[in-house]
């Protein structure tokens, strides 16, 4: 194993001290193991937090920020936060309007945060959930009762932050938050596995001709192992896969996203970007909005997710409005 850290045990803590190095406009409670943004939260706003094991980077903290979340609790790798972590995040950014937890579908984080929820009701505040679950590959899993949250968590972070930022009150944060969710599909194949710090070795095996179609982010079993082959037609096994769970109508607009999971080159989501693209045209599917990049990880995998949101004007304005976080910034 080669890797830029120094202790395994360490590199959450030393990965937290990296990013208040590097950004100061977030605000690292290292003790709690909650990132804020910095200074004063501002008075009447919903407050958005989101959370999950580390690793998966820039999600969630590299989305702390305006138009975004308030906070961000970063587990340890793969691993859930803690639910005092979810209850010190939320009485940090609470400012009487309530806070909503953005939750991915897995066993651990959807435990954690309804712990948490509780915690908070008794410390006065308004919590509502939005559990993402847009992950066609698999229903049910070791990880998942249902199907697991994955590249959605980004578009409901972003659509429902732009709301909180412009004034809606809780209940309208979270039907927005919900809506994106339900109108969002994923699919993700691995070219590799990903090796985390503890283990040093790779997760599983994969031979080098054969790919895992419809993998999870923490490396988990996908629908299949199948063999290599040309970027055109991994793209139009990952949109059949999503068109099969949810058709779109003819001239349908769309927000799409070709996502890397850690390991691999940007030219190659291009690739798989414009062949995602003609496969959609090919159903007369418009992409209104599209974002190519590495935004939900999973350490050094080499694979892409892909995400498609059916949007309506609603949801494009509010992905237009501005974001100024580390992990995603426009419209400043």
Same mark, same amino acid.
């Given at each position: ?31 709690n193991r909650v990132i804020t943004r910095a200074g004063t939260a501002r008075p ?101 009762? !249902? ?7 980004? #578009?409901?972070?972003?659509? /429902?932050?732009? =709301? %909180? *930022?412009? +004034? ?94 850690? !390991? ?7 690739? #798989?970007?414009?062949?995602? /693209?003609?496969? =959609? %045209? *090919?159903? +007369? ?48």
């Open positions: 194993m080669k890797k830029f850290i120094n202790d395994p045990e360490d590199v959450l803590r030393d990965a937290l001290a990296g990013v208040a190095a590097a950004h100061p406009t977030l605000a690292v409670d290292a003790a009447g706003k919903v407050a958005l937090i989101s959370g999950g094991g580390s690793g998966h980077e820039p999600l969630h903290g590299g989305f702390v920020g305006p138009g975004m979340l308030d906070a961000a609790c970063p587990g340890e790798v793969f691993t859930s936060p803690v639910p005092d972590q979810m209850l010190a995040a939320a009485k940090a950014v609470d400012t009487g309007a309530g806070v909503m937890f953005i939750v991915k579908n897995y066993t651990g984080d959807v435990m954690n945060f309804e712990l948490a929820a509780e915690l908070a009701a008794d410390e006065g505040i308004g919590v509502s959930t939005v559990l993402v679950d847009d992950d066609v590959a698999v229903q049910d899993s070791t990880w998942t009762a !249902g199907r697991r949250g994955t590249g959605a968590t980004l #578009l409901v972070e972003k659509i /429902a932050g732009a =709301l %909180a *930022e412009q +004034g809606g009150d809780l209940a309208s944060v979270t039907e927005i938050g919900e809506r994106v969710n339900s109108r969002s599909r994923s699919f993700a194949i691995a070219l590799t596995s990903c090796t985390t710090p503890a283990a040093g070795k790779p997760g599983f095996d994969l031979p080098e001709d054969e790919i895992e179609v419809g993998v999870g982010i923490h490396g988990e079993p996908g629908r299949a192992r199948e063999k290599m082959r040309p970027a055109s037609e991994l793209a139009a096994a990952m949109v059949g896969a999503i068109w099969a769970d949810m058709p779109l109508p003819e001239a349908a607009e769309t927000i799409v996203m070709v996502n890397g999971l850690g !390991g691999t080159p940007l030219i190659e989501l291009y690739v #798989l970007f414009g062949e995602v /693209a003609a496969r =959609l %045209a *090919e159903r +007369g599917v418009v992409i209104a909005r599209s974002l190519v990049g590495n935004y939900v990880t999973s350490l050094d995998m080499a694979g892409a997710s892909l995400t498609i949101c059916h949007a309506d004007p609603r949801l494009l304005e509010l992905w237009d409005a501005p974001v100024n976080a580390p992990g995603l910034r426009w419209g400043i």
